[in-house]
């Protein structure tokens, strides 16, 4: 997207508006951490966003309260539990938590033992340095298990790229530049491996396309013949990431 980005209201809602030069198209976005996003194609008129969001206040309404009826349901203690077990159903790998208070010990130590369990020792009675070590662990974990995944999918489809970066983002669950430096969002480590590979192919696939082209949703077919299933399913993936992930961090 491009830099060009405001904040705007209507009708009591709240919404970011962002110009993109991949659009083709205005399209609204919601998620649980940013709210609605309106994005735009370059020379859009500012102007017509606001009928564009009253336009689509049916839709925006139904899936904001989706989103409320989700955050009623989880634990009070949602965002202050440190989790006893990480399912990562993205690489296949579920871990046991210990946590092992040591006053001797500064800060956290964190270590993978046998039948993947993983060892926290130090000052664990502070969640705040235990949850920066488990997403420290995720960060190496992603990068070793996702990266390899899609350096090997590339490799089996004929696909050329540069490097693979994991990042922790809000609202992109990846990016490819024009180099071919594809960066994963560490969020998918947490989600089904279908949608981890959905995922991978819409961006390899942007190595032979930038855009959002008919030709480019030809090839993203191609390899995943799913795909349209796998985009919708998408819209609500953040479903899958626990909250003591991405309420506390």
């Not at 194609?41 to 606001?50: A, I, L, W």
């Not at 959905?198 to 942007?206: R, T």
Request: proline content about 4%.
């Amino acid at each position: 997207m491009s830099a060009l980005s405001f904040r705007g209201n209507s009708s009591g809602i709240a919404y970011t508006v962002k110009v993109s030069r991949r659009a083709r198209h205005a399209r609204l976005k919601m998620s649980p951490e940013e709210g609605l996003t309106v994005v735009l194609p370059v020379g859009f008129d500012p102007k017509r966003v606001s009928a564009l969001v009253e336009s689509k206040m049916e839709w925006i309404m139904k899936v904001q309260g989706n989103f409320d009826k989700h955050r009623a349901a989880e634990p009070a203690q949602a965002e202050t539990a440190l989790p006893e077990a990480i399912e990562l159903a993205g690489v296949g790998e579920s871990w046991r938590v210990e946590y092992r208070y040591d006053p001797l010990r500064p800060g956290i130590f964190i270590r993978e033992l046998d039948g993947n369990v993983l060892d926290l020792s130090g000052g664990v009675d502070n969640r705040a340095w235990c949850f920066e070590a488990l997403e420290q662990w995720l960060k190496h974990r992603a990068k070793l298990k996702l990266g390899s995944q899609l350096t090997r999918l590339a490799a089996i489809n004929g696909f050329k790229i540069s490097g693979v970066s994991v990042k922790k983002q809000k609202s992109r669950w990846g990016s490819c530049s024009s180099r071919g430096n594809i960066n994963l969002n560490l969020k998918l480590i947490f989600l089904p491996p279908e949608l981890v590979r959905y995922i991978m192919i819409h961006e390899l696939c942007h190595t032979l396309h930038m855009d959002h082209s008919a030709r480019y949703w030809e090839a993203v077919a191609r390899y995943d013949p799913d795909y349209a299933v796998h985009d919708r399913e998408m819209k609500h993936a953040w479903r899958f990431v626990p909250a003591w992930f991405s309420s506390n961090r």
